[in-house]
């Protein structure tokens, strides 16, 4: 069976710990060369603890599948915190960490090596600090034992300083040689909290894969594909739903009981055996779509009929109608004077017509009009400023001086 992957590598991780995962390292463990056991915990004083999968529940696949390279995956949930005390060596939590993982190897002699699972680093002006703490990593490994293998986890990055997610203490060149594969987490474009969308899309992948390619050794890399989508509520805000996020994380098989009306809204009372849907495969990006609650959709430029200021575009293969602008429209109550814009006199360099005047440096332009009777009254002036530097007018009624400008760099 492993001669039709002859040439590639498959790496999982024992992340979901269900009756699925199980089957899956039952039947098809035969095509799979690496599997993280996502069995261990580092804190932030460099600690490691086991928790989740537990290692004796995976030993029947570990004898079963000896080809399989075994790695104690160590990760930090994602908290910036404990990759930051471990990246500083605070009260010495790197050193503690380095002989923590001697420790779990020693506990496993079995292992192929460790994987390093450490996200939500810092900025670009932290790379050096993090490269130094995977060398450091790394040589520990070796020293413990030369045939121990070391996998990081990296973020998704199209080129130095080019994550999405703000991970830019990862500069992937550095850290080829601390390492013997990594896996690029090249998932996550669309999260829980971010609008509905592809979570790898094709364009983000290809960038990905070609400055990975570029800047690491072509052999050491797993990059790597999303096996999961989201459910996005957005009939309301999440404030009103309960929820911090719009999206909720699910399966494909998830993805599928939806589309199958297997899951309602209703929690089965009364119950609604089928929701309509719309579905469609994206074959750009590689991704289903479903669309619950939905029995067709339009696209703006379905239109039949619009109008100035709307005009169709076409954004990321997506066929838009949309308005760069709009007219406004000004409504007054009763009109007491309405003056066109020829003005009564004018001096310096002044540009007259009756729909509108333009003032050059200097310039200025006066208008003369009486009101019968004393009272409260608006007086509406509409103007333009034509260029960045000229942003200002002065504005005199019976001697009162008014200011008026705008910032053009906004």
Not at 165 to 192: F, H, P, Q, R
Not at 229 to 237: A, F
Not at 266 to 277: G, M, R, V, W
Not at 339 to 359: C, I, R
């Amino acid at each position: 069976m492993r001669d039709k992957l002859k040439g590639k590598r498959i790496m999982v991780w024992t992340f979901m710990g269900n009756s699925r995962m199980y089957e899956a390292l039952r039947d098809y463990g035969d095509r799979i060369d690496t599997i993280g056991l996502f069995s261990f915990k580092v804190d932030k004083t460099g600690t490691i603890t086991e928790s989740g999968v537990t290692i004796s529940s995976m030993m029947t696949y570990i004898n079963k599948w000896p080809h399989i390279r075994w790695l104690l995956t160590v990760a930090n949930d994602g908290a910036n915190s404990i990759f930051k005390a471990l990246r500083d060596n605070t009260d010495g939590a790197q050193d503690t960490f380095c002989s923590e993982l001697v420790r779990i190897m020693e506990k496993y002699p079995w292992c192929n090596g460790v994987d390093i699972d450490l996200e939500k680093g810092d900025d670009y002006s932290t790379h050096e600090a993090s490269t130094a703490m995977f060398k450091h990593i790394y040589e520990t490994v070796k020293a413990y034992d030369p045939s121990k293998e070391m996998n990081i986890c990296l973020p998704g990055m199209t080129s130095v300083n080019g994550s999405v997610g703000g991970e830019n203490w990862c500069v992937y060149g550095d850290l080829d040689k601390y390492c013997d594969t990594a896996s690029i987490m090249s998932y996550g474009m669309a999260w829980a909290g971010s609008a509905p969308g592809p979570v790898s899309p094709r364009s983000w992948l290809e960038g990905i894969y070609d400055y990975a390619t570029q800047v690491m050794n072509p052999d050491k890399v797993f990059l790597g594909m999303p096996a999961y989508g989201w459910n996005w509520q957005i009939y309301d805000t999440p404030e009103n739903l309960g929820k911090y996020y719009r999206g909720t994380s699910h399966t494909y098989y998830a993805a599928k009981y939806w589309m199958q009306g297997v899951y309602n809204f209703t929690d089965d009372a009364p119950p609604q055996p089928f929701i309509p849907i719309v579905s469609y495969w994206d074959d750009y990006d590689m991704g289903p779509w479903a669309l619950p609650h939905v029995y067709d959709y339009m696209e703006g430029r379905d239109a039949t009929d619009y109008s100035y200021p709307l005009m169709t575009e076409t954004y990321n293969r997506r066929r838009y109608l949309t308005a760069y602008a709009k007219q406004q429209h000004t409504e007054f109550g009763e009109i007491i004077i309405d003056h066109d814009a020829e003005p009564d006199s004018y001096g310096g360099v002044v540009s007259v017509s009756k729909t509108f005047v333009t003032l050059g440096d200097e310039g200025s332009a006066t208008y003369h009009f009486t009101i019968d009777e004393a009272g409260t009254y608006d007086v509406a002036v509409r103007l333009c400023y034509p260029f960045w530097d000229k942003n200002s007018i002065y504005a005199s009624l019976d001697g009162s001086t008014v200011h008026f400008s705008e910032n053009r760099l906004w």
